[in-house]
T-cell receptor, first 117, second 113 residues
Framework: GAVVSQHPSRVICKSGTSVKIECRSL??????MFWYRQFPKQSLMLMAT?????????EQGVEKDKFLINHASLTLSTLTVTSAHPEDSSFYIC?????????????FGPGTRLTVL | KQEVTQIPAALSVPEGENLVLNCSFT??????LQWFRQDPGKGLTSLLL?????REQTSGRLNASLDKSSGRSTLYIAASQPGDSATYLC????????????FGKGTLLTVNP
């Protein structure tokens, strides 16, 4: 099946620093990718939709200036958490529909555990 | 706003038992419903996807049903095994112009040998 990778798998940083998380589709092109956040024992919450070659679409309540998304190619989307704070500590997961169409099943990356001290 | 609820939150069963996980959603205008498995600290693995026009899907020991009008889905696991231990997530994709996945909080399943 389709494979989505994320890097890094785990990151610990100091408060106030910025952290970049990469999401790659390894064997297919993805014009659209999705970024989710999952707090312990909570649902995955969609943060934003990443669109190749255009601006990301953010969900209500998600600060676009804090969570910068760049979808520079058909296989790579990056999420940068700027000036991270302890409350940003969470599990971040990306997903992509393999055909690039939003109606298809989505394949998820393995996630990135962010801990902000 | 779509809301997805999964019951029970946690379930512990002995190996070999058949079990049912429940999922309900508030807005029946969905495009499809998907069941995922999530192992601790890992990403999601898609198990079954049911289109809004379908009633059920089967894969091996797994069977998922969908009753769109009542806003319910069940995931049936036959002859459970310790390797089935994981969190099972239900997610619905909105219809119309809203192709977003809304997830439940999941059911943590433990199958004891």
């Amino acid at each position: 099946g389709a494979v989505v990778s994320q890097h890094p798998s785990r990151v610990i940083c100091k408060s106030g620093t910025s952290v970049k998380i990469e999401c790659r589709s390894l064997d297919f092109q993805a014009t659209t990718m999705f970024w989710y956040r999952q707090f312990p024992k909570q649902s995955l919450m969609l943060m934003a939709t990443s669109n190749e070659g255009s601006k990301a679409t953010y969900e209500q309540g998600v600060e676009k200036d804090k969570f910068l998304i760049n979808h520079a190619s058909l296989t790579l989307s990056t999420l940068t958490v700027t000036s991270a704070h302890p409350e940003d500590s969470s599990f971040y997961i990306c997903s992509a529909p393999p055909s690039g169409g939003v109606t298809d099943t989505q394949y998820f990356g393995p996630g990135t555990r962010l801990t902000v001290l | 706003k779509q809301e997805v609820t999964q019951i029970p939150a946690a379930l512990s069963v002995p190996e070999g038992e058949n079990l049912v996980l429940n999922c309900s959603f508030t807005d029946s205008a969905i495009y499809n419903l998907q069941w995922f498995r999530q192992d601790p600290g890992k990403g999601l693995t898609s198990l079954l996807l049911i289109q809004s026009s379908q009633r059920e899907q089967t894969s091996g020991r797994l069977n998922a049903s969908l009753d769109k009008s009542s806003g319910r889905s069940t995931l049936y696991i036959a002859a459970s095994q310790p390797g089935d231990s994981a969190t099972y997530l239900c997610a619905v994709k909105g219809g119309g112009s809203n192709y977003k996945l809304t997830f439940g909080k999941g059911t943590l399943l433990t199958v004891n040998p």
